[in-house]
């Protein structure tokens, strides 16, 4: 009874954060959704500027992007979206809200995850436990950041690529706004969790599940896997799929390197205390 007591209190502490942080982020979705437009426009107005046939520096956008280099001016109107439904942007608003109050009270989450199992640990696996609280909020907002200054600029200046006026004929790209919210909270979800590899290898490490002469044997085969993910989880384009597709080959190396420290320090423990024994 007590353990579902200290439950229902955990339950109602998170509850109430996401309420909390569903709220702010509702107030202020407007300009949480303009700032995930600008990927979107910094591309259009590269594209804009370079004009048909010309062709767009990947560092200039990137660097663009992040507010580095100066963007071109546009004429005002690079950029539109559009919703063909009464309440379509008030659903795209509060989807946008859910989505932030997530990644905004995860450390409150996380923290009420780890309060509720700790006094079931050893106080070594408490030790262990903690590092990861931390860096899986850091990898996913690694992941994030890829998002938002990579990959969106550049699917975006690809499907900008991909318009027709010609003959009369004019195919523009006009995405709807819960189109491309859609396309923002896949692909950071997809990078976010994709990016936590090293941390559930590390975890594996640590529970002998894995070794880092296995990973770097299964390398190939990784290296396939990662390929079908990356298909899986981004849009149907090739440009998405490479983007996450390299990545993810760079995590995997950096899991094998955090394997073999572990089981290079379990070594060591061995070592001493057979040495003390």
Sequence with gaps: MEHLIELRNRLVVCVVAFVAGFI??????????VFLVQPFAVAAQFREAAGPAGNVSPFDLILGTAGLVPVPKGDGGTV?????????????????????A????????????????????????????????????MLFLLGAAMVYYVMLPFVMLFSLGQ????????????????????????????????????????????????SSRALAAS??????AIAIVAAFVTPPDPLSQIMLGIPLVILYEVSIWCVRLIELRRRATDEAEAGAA
């Design 163 to 210: 318009q027709v006026s010609s003959g009369g004929i004019s195919a523009e790209l006009l995405p709807r706004v819960s189109d491309y919210l859609n396309l923002v909270m896949a692909l950071l979800l997809a990078f976010g969790l994709c990016f936590q590899l090293p941390v559930v290898m590390t975890l594996l490490g640590m529970a002998g599940l894995v």
């Design 24 to 33: 702010g982020c509702f107030i202020f979705a407007d300009p949480i959704y």
């Design 80 to 100: 539109n979206l559009i919703f063909t439904a009464p309440l379509e942007f008030l659903i795209t608003k509060m989807k946008l809200a859910a989505f932030g």
């Design 102 to 137: 997530v990644v905004v009270t995860f450390p409150v989450l996380a923290w009420q995850l780890y309060r509720f199992v700790a006094p079931g640990l050893y106080r070594n696996e408490k030790g262990a436990f903690l590092p990861f609280l931390i860096a899986a909020p």
């Design 219 to 224: 390398r190939k085969y990784a290296v396939v």
